[in-house]
């Protein structure tokens, strides 16, 4: 026996939009939106960049401070201080970073570029920002990997002799010279974040300057990461 031809679109059509009125009775017919990042607690990948282990503290040494992108600025409505508000309002299309805001303008050579009046990112550390958002954006963490596991240095005995060699000079960071001053525990970690970036980015000490070398590079990050404790 032949059956009659027919298309199930129409029916499916109907069943849909049926669906989605019944549902409108109690709540709005809406999906949430497929391009947002999905965060993840349990990636142990050595490749996978980890968000606040590696891209925050980039963010913190050069885009958050006040009258940028900090919490209380919000210059241009973005605000950079955390994995939810860079996601909301810093321009990430995860998965393609050649779409996203935060890497063009970090990335561009016109006047354009950010962060205006201070010196731009290194090369490593856009293209960490640029494999992160290519990765999907998204919000890792494994304790394996993190360095924030890493017992802290001690601030007296290995952290501020760096600074009191390197830094504490009169045409650097001491009382009169150069702002931010790095004398005290106070001063140094209030700009703990945007030196361990810019120390580790090799931007600070600038050219010219007794470079650190990577052992006080890594006192320096291990001390932040730690959360700055005064020991």
Same mark, same amino acid.
């Given at each position: 026996m032949i059956l009659p031809s027919f298309s199930f679109r129409p029916l499916l059509v109907l069943l849909v939009f049926g669906s989605c009125a019944l549902a409108a009775l109690n709540s709005s017919c809406e999906h949430q939106p497929f391009d947002l990042p999905?965060?993840?607690?349990?990636?142990?990948?050595?490749?996978?960049?980890?968000?606040?282990? @590696?891209i925050q503290p980039i963010l913190d040494g050069n885009?958050?401070? @006040?009258?940028?992108?900090?919490?209380? !600025?919000?210059?241009e409505g973005v605000n950079l201080t955390s994995y939810e508000t860079t996601i909301?309002?810093?321009?990430?299309?995860?998965?393609? *970073?050649?779409?996203?805001?935060?890497?063009?303008?970090? *990335?561009?050579?016109?006047?354009e570029r950010m962060p205006q009046g201070l010196p731009a990112l290194s090369e490593s550390d856009i293209d960490l920002i640029k494999t992160w958002i290519n990765q999907g954006a998204l919000d890792l963490s494994c304790a394996d990997n993190d360095t924030t596991t890493i017992p802290a240095p001690s601030f007296s005995a290995e952290v501020q002799p760096i600074f009191q060699a390197n830094c504490e000079l009169p045409y650097c960071h001491a009382a009169g010279g150069q702002s931010p001053?790095?004398? !005290?525990?106070? @001063?140094?970690?209030a700009q703990g974040a945007r030196v361990k970036a810019r120390t580790t980015a090799k931007t600070m000490p600038p050219s010219g300057s007794t470079a650190l070398t990577q052992e006080e590079i890594?006192?320096? *990050?291990?001390?932040?990461?730690?959360? !700055?404790?005064?020991?």
């Open positions: 999905v965060s993840s607690a349990d990636s142990c990948d050595v490749n996978a960049v980890k968000y606040y282990a @590696q885009c958050g401070m @006040q009258g940028c992108h900090n919490a209380s !600025t919000k210059a909301a309002t810093g321009g990430v299309k995860a998965g393609i *970073a050649s779409e996203s805001e935060l890497y063009k303008s970090l *990335a561009r050579s016109d006047d001053t790095l004398s !005290t525990y106070d @001063q140094i970690s890594d006192i320096i *990050a291990n001390w932040v990461n730690g959360g !700055t404790p005064n020991n």
